[in-house]
Nanobody
Framework: QVQVVESGGGSVQVGGSLRLSCVAS????????MAWFRQAPGKEREGVAL????????YYADSVKGRATISRDNAKNTLYLQIGRLNAEDTAMYYC???????????????????????WGQGTQVTVSA
């Protein structure tokens, strides 16, 4: 089973950007759909981006669409999330998650159902301030 560890979080000013990384081990990374989730204080966890095993297909939540890019390097067992034009609403713990058996259906539906994701990291904190 795959294990994932996130990094790259930190404190950023409004309007800035960050690149989060997630390194996978103990599994065949390229067999997994991968996603980024986030949870802000007092809010439910939300899926923000999803990428297929090959990296060809991606999906973004409306909250980050147009200013985030999810990508993966299967040779390096690494998932990335580049996010720009950060604002205070992006402050959250960001989690990397892996899904081995993804049901058929719209990617939005897959991302909304956390039970599709079998393996989770511990998270990396992103704090955006003025």
């Amino acid at each position: 089973q795959v294990q994932v560890v996130e990094s790259g979080g930190g404190s950023v000013q409004v309007g800035g950007s960050l690149r989060l990384s997630c390194v996978a081990s103990k599994g065949t990374f390229s067999n997994y759909y991968m996603a980024w989730f986030r949870q802000a204080p007092g809010k439910e966890r939300e899926g923000v981006a999803l990428i297929s095993t090959s990296g060809v297909v991606t999906y973004y939540a409306d909250s980050v669409k147009g200013r985030a890019t999810i990508s993966r390097d299967n040779a390096k067992n690494t998932l990335y999330l580049q996010i720009g034009r950060l604002n205070a609403e992006d402050t959250a713990m960001y989690y990397c998650a892996a899904a081995h058996n993804v049901p058929s259906g719209h990617l939005a539906t897959i991302l909304r159902n956390e039970t599709n994701f079998n393996y989770w990291g511990q998270g990396t904190q992103v704090t955006v301030s003025a």
